[in-house]
């Protein structure tokens, strides 16, 4: 789940998320929707929020940073049991 496949991956899903909204919160809830087909709970949305703030800091306060913290939370959904082994 971390090889360059996945990464690229989630490299596409960010993007794509970008080019629908700006809005981190829809972003949010268009990413469970696509790979979770559901929306995010309200501790899922505000954990998600948190991950990409604290993210954003540790990979610096660039714009490249911020496309970095929304492609490994797309990796992280990506990869999440729930996804892997949908019903």
Same mark, same amino acid.
Not at 10 to 19: H, V
Not at 34 to 58: D, N
């Given at each position: 789940?971390?090889? +360059?496949?996945?990464? $690229? $991956? /989630?490299?596409?899903? *960010?993007?794509?998320?970008? #080019?629908? @909204?700006? +809005?981190?919160? %829809? ?10 087909? $559901? ?6 949305? /505000?954990? /998600? @929020?948190?991950?990409?703030?604290? %993210?954003? @800091? #540790?990979?610096?306060?660039?714009? +490249?940073?911020? %496309? *970095? /913290?929304?492609? +490994?939370?797309? %990796? ?6 729930? *996804?892997?082994?949908?019903?």
């Amino acid at each position: 789940l971390n090889g +360059d496949f996945v990464i $690229r $991956r /989630a490299e596409e899903l *960010a993007l794509r998320l970008e #080019r629908l @909204t700006r +809005d981190p919160s %829809q972003r949010i809830e268009m990413l469970w929707k696509i790979c979770l087909g $559901r929306g995010p709970s309200e501790e899922e949305q /505000a954990l /998600a @929020t948190e991950f990409l703030k604290e %993210q954003s @800091t #540790r990979l610096g306060s660039s714009k +490249d940073s911020e %496309q *970095a /913290a929304w492609r +490994d939370l797309c %990796q992280s959904v990506l990869g999440c049991n729930e *996804a892997l082994y949908l019903p």
